[in-house]
């Protein structure tokens, strides 16, 4: 059961595409139809069902900056849990597609690590690049499940003035 490059490239698209799931169903059906995708979403592509999952957002920070639950990971994408009171909903941005480019893959049997580039379009067609790394292990039936998540925005290098 080793994965392959066509598996992580398979499971990075399956999260990106359930990010504008979340995002249209919230469109149309408001909150609690964005948050029971957001659900599925997180119980289909995480290990939390597992253990707990390394998942640091892009953007979190303070004492909740890692979100090693289901709870912490479906604040951060739907937000509105008072437990997480600076979660604005990440996936609710309005999201119309997302792509990603890889930097490398490192595949060790049913575990994998992959990091790389995520763009996110809006409806707007405004795109945000985010850095990325996701580390995988196959459940029992043989599906990728994600069991790290960093996320963070690009390393801008400062320049001063002369």
Known sequence: M?????????????????????????????????????????????????????????????????????KGALSYFVGNDPEYPLDAGFALRGWRQTRSETAASVIDGACA???????F??????????DKSFGYRKDPEGGLRIVLHHSSLPFEVQTQGS
Do not use: N
């Open 2 to 70: 080793t994965i392959t490059e066509d598996d992580l490239a398979k499971a990075r698209g399956s999260w990106g595409d359930g990010l504008v799931a979340i995002a249209t169903a919230y469109e149309a059906g408001g909150f609690d139809r964005a948050k029971r995708i957001a659900e599925q979403i997180i119980d289909s592509a995480y290990a939390f069902d597992f253990g707990p999952v390394l998942f640091k957002p892009t953007l979190s920070g303070g004492e909740k900056t890692f979100r090693t639950t289901r």
């Open 113 to 119: 690590m992959w990091m790389g580039w995520f763009f």
């Open 121 to 130: 379009t809006d409806k707007d067609g405004d795109v945000v690049k985010t």
